[in-house]
């Protein structure tokens, strides 16, 4: 950038520092002016509604699963099932690109697709339990990473859904950003201490179930009816999935002692041979 100041300069015809002083007020300028023309847009604009607390409320639960679902794939995929290198980035990419097409409209055309999707990912969830690993990693990979993607797009068309007014949307953003950091930081700081093991999958699509049992607006009685029949299936297999988890027994033995730290859950498996300790 210096080289290119230099050449504009005249080949030093002109001092450096005054070239640099020129560029500087033109940026400033320009900075100026869009401020200007941001708050003029403002003042043209009728003040609405105040924001209330429930609104808040409800933007931050749909903002804060899609973030504990985000941590919580990420530690299943990549702790339980393949310890690759940068795969962390798939889960992160589906995460982002649901706000890009949440936030591009929509979403109440895909709805129904998406409480489908939910429900078919969630029972092939709560069956990998009984399945102790002997599916396909293609299945065990791919069926968190579609559990993700159908929650948090379902999450984010419900948030555009519900946007403010343009006066409000910095609240609104705020309020977003707050929760997915603090969806992070359950998973990441908060449920290491709580818990011996990796549980806060199941339990974040059981929340997510509940919530839009409880706060869901604007089903359809089609979305409505595929809701409460995934609610039926996947709740049942999810609770007995976290059972066997908590009760220690897997194909290979028993459980006998475990904990779990910032890096993951350490396991102490009786077997027929002695004793293992897995991370």
């Known amino acids: 950038a210096t080289t290119e100041i230099y050449t504009l300069s005249l080949h030093g015809a002109l001092p450096i520092s005054r070239v640099f002083l020129g560029f500087s007020l033109l940026l400033g300028g320009v900075c100026l002016l869009t401020l200007c023309r ?12 105040p924001i209330t607390w429930s609104q808040r409320g409800h933007w931050f639960g ?53 409480l489908v999707l939910l429900a078919l990912a969630g029972v092939l969830l709560g069956l990998g339990a009984f399945a102790q690993g002997s599916v396909s990693l293609a299945r065990q990979l791919g069926v968190p990473l579609l559990l ?7 999450c984010h068309d419900a948030l555009w859904a519900e946007r403010p007014a343009p006066d409000r949307l910095t609240t609104f ?6 929760a997915g950091v603090l969806g992070g930081v359950t ?29 869901g607006r604007g089903f359809s ?31 290979q033995g028993v459980i006998v002692e475990r904990r779990r730290s910032f890096l993951g859950p350490l396991r102490v498996t009786e077997l027929p041979e002695g004793r293992v300790l897995t991370h």
């Open 221 to 251: 009685r089609v979305q409505r009816q595929a809701l409460f029949l995934g609610l039926g299936v996947v709740v049942p297999l999810l609770a007995v999935a976290l059972v066997m988890r908590a009760g220690g027994q897997t194909r």
């Open 38 to 49: 941001v708050v003029a847009s403002l003042r043209l604009l009728s003040p609405s509604a």
């Open 187 to 215: 998973v990441s700081w908060i449920a290491p201490l709580v818990f011996d093991d990796y549980y806060e999958l199941e339990l974040a699509v059981l929340a997510l179930y509940a919530w839009l049992v409880v706060f």
């Open 148 to 154: 993700l993607f159908a929650a948090s797009l379902l």
């Open 173 to 178: 953003y705020l309020t977003i950003a707050l």
């Open 62 to 114: 749909l903002a804060f699963l899609p973030g504990v679902l985000l941590l919580a794939v990420t530690n299943h995929i990549t702790v339980d099932i393949a310890a690759t290198p940068l795969l962390w980035v798939v889960p992160l990419a589906l995460y982002l690109i649901t706000f890009i097409v949440a936030f591009a409209g929509g979403g109440s055309t895909r709805r129904l697709a998406l």
